[in-house]
């Protein structure tokens, strides 16, 4: 993706970039050196996807993560934390989760959050996520390679190359404007974040005591006593 399609996607939201940068850079340098796909998981396989959405469209309680999958803290979250919520509250019907990708530390996190919303199409957004997550390598070192994205695709089920071609076309520009759009409206300083509330009702914006399930848990539970 060149510089100047970067530019206009995040156009618009240059002050929310700006602040996401210095709420990110200090941990850009614990991110790990570039590595091949790992083994597929498991974690997503038999629960719906639909879009950008995983999870019960019924759930009584929605997750909103807002994210930049190039963020070490961003992954350190999904893998500390996603799996207990998929496993004790998304597979048991209580909770949905939508994912908001935001691009805004450099060319491979923008590669990255077009493959991802284009496997929306084929309702595997979470399956790339995911991949991204576990594979991910020093901040815009280039590791968002066509061969990642084609193996993370074959671990879903899709194709590498179509994920590429979609990327490019207009329904994920949009996508991507309207995550940034939504991120400014809800006040995200620094990445993740996460809005929680009542599916269909008004959710708020929430501050993580950690990125361990005790951090989020007991939120979650208030909403659903």
């Known amino acids: 993706m060149t510089q100047l399609r970067l530019i206009i996607v995040l156009a ?11 709420a990110s850079l200090l941990s850009a340098g614990e991110a790990n050196t570039s590595t091949p796909a790992p083994a597929a998981s498991d974690l997503f396989a038999g629960v719906p996807q639909d879009g950008l959405a995983v999870g019960d469209p019924d759930a009584p309680v929605t997750l909103v993560e807002y994210a930049d999958l190039q963020c070490p803290y ?24 939508v994912f908001h990708g935001l691009a805004f530390l450099g060319p491979d996190s923008d590669k990255a959050v077009r493959a991802a919303i284009a496997a929306s199409a084929g309702d595997r957004l979470w399956n790339m996520v995911d991949g991204f997550y576990r594979s991910q390598g020093s901040e815009n070192s280039g590791w968002v390679t066509d061969d990642l994205i ?5 671990q879903a089920g899709l194709d590498g190359g179509e994920l590429r071609d979609r990327g490019d076309e207009s329904w994920v520009d949009e996508e991507l404007s309207r995550a940034n759009a939504a991120a400014q409206s809800a006040g995200v300083q620094g990445t993740p974040s996460f ?26 539970d208030d909403l659903l006593e």
Not at 76 to 96: I, K, N, S
């Open 12 to 22: 618009g939201a240059a002050v929310l970039a700006a602040t996401l940068v210095a």
């Open 74 to 97: 961003c992954a350190e979250w999904a893998v500390r934390t996603m799996p207990a919520l998929v496993e004790d509250y998304v597979r048991t019907g209580q909770l949905r989760i």
């Open 150 to 154: 084609g193996q993370i695709a074959a």
């Open 195 to 220: 809005e929680l509330g009542p599916t269909g009702g008004k959710l708020e914006l929430v501050e993580l005591s950690s990125l361990d399930p005790e951090g989020l848990t007991p939120l979650i």
